[in-house]
């Protein structure tokens, strides 16, 4: 389906419309994964914003961008959607090198506001369309998204911004601006006068009676709502809005598209909308694996649940700081919207006065915890890969400058699959090694990721300690007892170790002994590299700045100068050569040039 034929869709038959969508929603992320309770929520937002703008003309950008599947069925990618989050097939999130309906690139809160701010101000000079920004209630409460509010009414005369509110991130909303948001939504005397406007004006379609209605808005507001930060800062506020009826939708859109100055739409909407499970439980449904919806529905699980689930990083990590904070009560967790992604769920259960959410917001995060450092506390900040890249400066300037003793919990480091290039975390070793006095380790098994929190918890300057997404080995199985006749010495960097070993048993098969090296100190790196075998490095992070490139490895293996795309990690390893059998063989070809 495209724009035109949604446009074209009689009132009618639009709740069957939306019924049809969230079954394709429901059916291909139960088949691949992917985000569903945010998506499911959208839906009829989507719809109507189709009927009342015309992208790509207009600009929609959807923040994060998780919950814009209903808009990619709808804008001509309905047929391709079951290929959602494959190799070469759709992205989970906006992208518009896949589609011209896709305005910006979309994975990290917050970037949104910003950007369509940008896009609404070259339109004002250029010309262009409509600008509309939508953003998740969580992700307003990011640092940038405040930003760009303070900023967009002195930078742009028109610009809408729709705040998709569930009272959900992947959690429970936390801080300030969702207490606000919930007091609007709680203020029964502005709903029930703005409830009653609101019938007098769905039953205006002349232009000049609308106007008499907005008028009529505007003093209900500003009786009410008077002091609304949104207000104060030169946005004009309309809603609450049912973010599941279209009506309501269609005519705030239409104040919108209507008026002369930045407008906030606030829409409520329930995260999960349309499927039981998730509306019941949308933590766990935010993000899924693929599932079975007839035992999803019925409440019996389609996993296989005998034996206990093998430990993922996330998991050893969590049960490491449980055991650390017994033994010592200064230690504490800060995360930035991901509880239960970093594995922190029992800490905070058990540690409540400890466990710090400061939603989505990766810088304060980081400030914050070098204050607790800073007055004795011994803060641990959990935070993947990607979102850690938002807390550079802050861990610059604020952590290593004051040499603080922050332990950073590097989560979802290197390649991380279907999620794609805006999700990889690639770059925390080529962005951290450089800032002075931080030590950054890269456990190569469980055992080892316990023992260096352990170690960082008793160091006096920062640490980073970085670990990839999945299941972790219990304990280092590799053989690295040297060789002597040994024409390949491997330095695998912490998860890497077991394709190490693999390349060195493939080689092996060819009668080319190798040895491998585990490194878990990436920096300080205390190995004294003799030259007498092809010297090889395998990380799980970007070549550029990388470990292979700071000790000239005479062959590097990880991740190219280049977005990566989404597909399985085997897959993309093997797209790009760094398979255990393309790393064996490129080894090979080496040694036969020499
Ligand atoms: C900078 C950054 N930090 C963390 C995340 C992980 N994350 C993805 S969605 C999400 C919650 C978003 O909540 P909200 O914006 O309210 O949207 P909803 O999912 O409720 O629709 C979080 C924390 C992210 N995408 N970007």
Known sequence: MMPDDVKSVPEAQLAGLAENVRDKILRSVAKNGGHLAASLGTVELTIALLRTFDPPKDKVLWDVGHQAYAWKILTGRGDAFETLRKHNGISGFPNPAESSYDAFVAG?????????????????????GHVVAVIGDASLTNGESLEALNNCA??????????????????????????????????????RVKAAAERMGHRMRLTFLRSLYHHVEQVVKSFWLKNSLF?????????????????????????????????????????????APAERNPTAWHGVGPFDVASALTGASSKDESG?????????????????????????????????GTGLAEFAKEFPDRFFDVGICEEMAVTFAAG??????????????????????????????????VVFAVDRAGCVGADGFTHHGMYDIALLKPLAGMKVLAPTCADELKGALASALLDSSPVAIRYPRGVAPQKKDVECSASPDCKVRILAVGDQVGKAQKVKDLLASGAIAAEVVPVMNVKPFDFR???????????????????????????????????????????????????????????RQKLAEK
């Open 372 to 405: 607790l450092a800073k007055s004795g506390m011994k803060p641990v900040v959990a935070i993947y890969s990607t979102f850690l890249q938002r807390s550079i400066g802050q861990i610059q300037h604020d952590v290593c400058l004051q040499k603080l003793p």
């Open 108 to 128: 990290h809160a917050g970037s949104a506001l910003a950007a369509a701010t940008g896009m609404a101000a070259a339109r004002d000079r250029l010309g262009g």
């Open 154 to 191: 002195s930078l742009t005369d028109r610009l809408i911004v729709i705040v998709n509110d569930n009272a959900m991130a992947i959690s429970k909303n936390v801080g300030g601006i969702a207490r606000m948001l919930g007091r609007i939504l709680s203020n029964v005397r502005y709903n």
């Open 231 to 275: 207000e104060t800062l030169g946005l004009r506020y309309v809603g609450p809005v049912d973010g599941h009826d279209l009506k309501a939708l269609s005519s705030a859109l239409l104040v919108a598209k209507e008026d002369k100055r930045p407008v906030l739409i606030h829409v409520v909407t329930t995260k999960g909308k349309g499927f």
């Open 308 to 340: 206990t689930p093998p430990k993922t990083w996330s998991d050893v990590f969590g049960d490491a700081m449980v055991e650390a904070a017994r033994k010592d009560d200064r230690v504490c967790a800060v995360v930035a919207a991901m509880k239960d």
């Open 529 to 587: 590299i003799s030259r007498d075998a092809l010297l090889v490095s395998i990380e799980n992070a970007a070549l550029c700045g990388g470990f292979g490139e700071g000790i000239g490895a005479d062959l590097k293996f990880g991740w190219p100068d280049e977005a990566v795309c989404h597909g399985t990690v085997d897959e993309l390893e093997r797209e790009h050569g760094f398979d255990a059998q393309s790393i064996a063989s490129t080894i």
